[in-house]
């Protein structure tokens, strides 16, 4: 689902560690780990298919600040120090609205890889 409209409403909730975004009358609440293993960075993506790099230890990671990028991406400072990778628009509204899926995804790698949270 790509949706490449801002959300109307964000809002970093730091003591929670959770950014909302709002779309029209929906609400949701991502984690600060979740969007830092998913960040759309090299360090996580690596540089091409198949060079993803599993993200651990991020269970307490936090952001620090959140900027907007152009019309069309958020930038987010992770008190862990990472900070590169856009999150666009489009990035943001599937990492939203298809969390469970995603969460679980990472879940099982985790777990393939031999690693608890």
Known sequence: MA???P???????QKSKTLE???DESHYHLPAEYLRVYSPSAEVRGH??????????K????INRI???GNYALKIVFDDGH????????YLYDLATQYDVHWQDYLNR?????ISR
Not at 51 to 56: K, V, Y
Not at 83 to 90: I, V
Not at 110 to 114: E, I, P, S, T
């Open 3 to 5: 949706n490449s409209s």
């Open 7 to 13: 959300p109307t409403g964000i809002t970093l909730h």
């Open 21 to 23: 975004l709002v779309y």
């Open 48 to 57: 091409g298919q198949g060079q993803e790099i599993l993200q651990t230890n």
């Open 59 to 62: 269970e307490h990671v936090g």
């Open 67 to 69: 900027e907007v990028s």
């Open 83 to 90: 900070d590169s990778g856009l999150f666009t628009w489009d």
């Open 110 to 114: 985790l777990k393939k890889a031999g």
